[in-house]
């Protein structure tokens, strides 16, 4: 039987997972589903997903347009390579999801807006220029942009799956709403609309004035396990992140670091986080809040991890 009948008969919806600039952590959340890959996998046909098995560009190209049910894509836009593949997925599939921090906000690699693009890539490179390293060559390389972007900031995106990663139950959970035509109107981020803080085990324990005379690091201090971060002076960025989670990284005795991204009512991730930890802080002239906020030694970087491309600063102004 020849693969296109087979393709014919096989009435399943089809999918396709790819990822762009991104460490492939979205992808292994799928097979965190363990023994239930099987189960939810055998639901839906794979057209195209390198991560699984060598398919080829020219497969999804051969497919007709609008053909596939849905596209996950995860990963941030750094090349142009990633912007065709975008536009192609797009192209393919009738639904588009933003699977996972870095296609949603830009993730921990949209940091590299702080500075450009040109100006990291030049400082890995001993004169400047990409090199093969078996012939010296300069190599056919896709171009480099001059900032990170997320998805949708390069095509139409239906539908966000937040995360750093996403968890396999999620993935499930927005799968099957995709299949049953229940994921809800365009833009609809797929995880609960209410702060982390709602399904953290330690929230009874966090006072109405969280007041706090300094900001504390990590190797500083010895975390109790039961007290709320914020109160111990640990920066938790779990009141203005969405949850989702299951609150897993408070649960592992660390603070939220708030790969989810905000809830629907915040126009800024970072702005939303420095308003929660100012309101943490107990200081009130400028010499008590400069001590309190000495702990924080990267703001960018810890308040914008996950989200400077998608921000309103979207990264460094020339």
Same mark, same amino acid.
């Given at each position: 039987?020849?693969?296109?009948?087979?393709?014919?008969?096989?009435?399943?919806?089809? !999918?396709? !997972?790819?990822?762009?600039?991104?460490?492939?952590?979205?992808?292994?959340?799928?097979?965190?589903?363990?023994?239930?890959?099987?189960?939810?996998?055998?639901?839906?046909?794979?057209?195209?997903?390198?991560?699984?098995?060598?398919?080829?560009?020219?497969?999804?190209?051969?497919?007709?347009?609008?053909?596939?049910?849905?596209?996950? $894509?995860?990963?941030?836009? !750094?090349?142009?390579?990633?912007?065709?593949?975008?536009?192609?997925?797009?192209?393919?599939?009738?639904?588009?999801?933003?699977?996972?921090?870095?296609?949603?906000?830009?993730?921990?690699?949209?940091?590299?807006?702080?500075?450009?693009?040109?100006?990291?890539?030049?400082?890995?490179?001993?004169?400047?220029?990409?090199?093969?390293?078996?012939?010296?060559?300069?190599?056919?390389?896709?171009? !480099?942009?001059?900032?990170?972007?997320?998805?949708?900031?390069?095509?139409?995106?239906?539908?966000?799956?937040?995360?750093?990663?996403?968890?396999?139950?999620?993935?499930?959970?927005?799968? =099957?709403?995709? $299949?049953?035509?229940?994921?809800?109107?365009?833009?609809?981020?797929?995880?609960?609309?209410?702060?982390?803080?709602?399904?953290?085990?330690?929230?009874?324990?966090?006072?109405?004035? =969280?007041?706090?005379?300094?900001?504390?690091? $990590?190797?500083?201090?010895? $975390?109790?396990?039961?007290?709320?971060?914020?109160?111990?002076?640990?920066?938790?960025?779990?009141?203005?992140?969405?949850?989702?989670?299951?609150?897993?990284?408070?649960?592992?005795?660390?603070?939220?670091?708030?790969?989810?991204?905000?809830?629907?009512?915040?126009?800024?991730?970072?702005?939303?986080?420095?308003?929660?930890?100012?309101?943490?802080?107990?200081?009130?002239?400028?010499?008590?809040?400069?001590?309190?906020?000495?702990?924080?030694?990267?703001?960018?970087?810890?308040?914008?991890?996950?989200?400077?491309?998608?921000?309103?600063?979207?990264?460094?102004?020339?």
């Amino acid at each position: 039987m020849s693969a296109n009948v087979r393709l014919i008969m096989d009435s399943r919806p089809a !999918i396709a !997972i790819h990822w762009l600039g991104s460490c492939g952590g979205c992808e292994e959340t799928i097979l965190d589903l363990a023994e239930e890959l099987p189960r939810v996998m055998d639901r839906v046909r794979i057209a195209f997903c390198p991560m699984l098995t060598d398919f080829k560009v020219a497969d999804l190209d051969g497919q007709p347009d609008g053909s596939l049910l849905a596209a996950f $894509i995860s990963g941030c836009v !750094i090349t142009d390579e990633h912007a065709e593949m975008a536009a192609l997925l797009r192209r393919k599939s009738r639904i588009v999801v933003a699977f996972g921090a870095c296609a949603h906000l830009g993730g921990v690699p949209g940091l590299a807006n702080q500075f450009g693009l040109r100006r990291v890539t030049d400082a890995v490179r001993a004169d400047g220029k990409r090199r093969d390293v078996r012939t010296g060559s300069e190599p056919e390389l896709p171009s !480099i942009a001059q900032s990170v972007r997320t998805l949708d900031q390069v095509i139409p995106v239906d539908h966000c799956l937040p995360g750093c990663p996403p968890t396999a139950a999620m993935f499930e959970t927005a799968l =099957t709403a995709i $299949i049953n035509a229940a994921a809800g109107p365009m833009g609809k981020v797929l995880a609960p609309d209410v702060a982390v803080c709602d399904e953290c085990p330690r929230k009874d324990t966090r006072r109405a004035e =969280t007041t706090v005379a300094e900001i504390r690091r $990590i190797p500083w201090v010895e $975390i109790d396990p039961d007290l709320c971060l914020l109160n111990q002076g640990i920066l938790c960025l779990g009141p203005g992140t969405r949850s989702g989670c299951g609150a897993a990284c408070i649960r592992a005795n660390m603070p939220c670091t708030g790969c989810f991204g905000p809830t629907s009512g915040a126009r800024d991730h970072g702005g939303k986080l420095i308003s929660a930890a100012a309101a943490a802080i107990a200081g009130e002239d400028a010499d008590a809040i400069r001590k309190a906020f000495a702990g924080l030694a990267d703001p960018v970087g810890s308040l914008y991890r996950y989200s400077l491309p998608a921000s309103l600063l979207r990264g460094r102004r020339s």
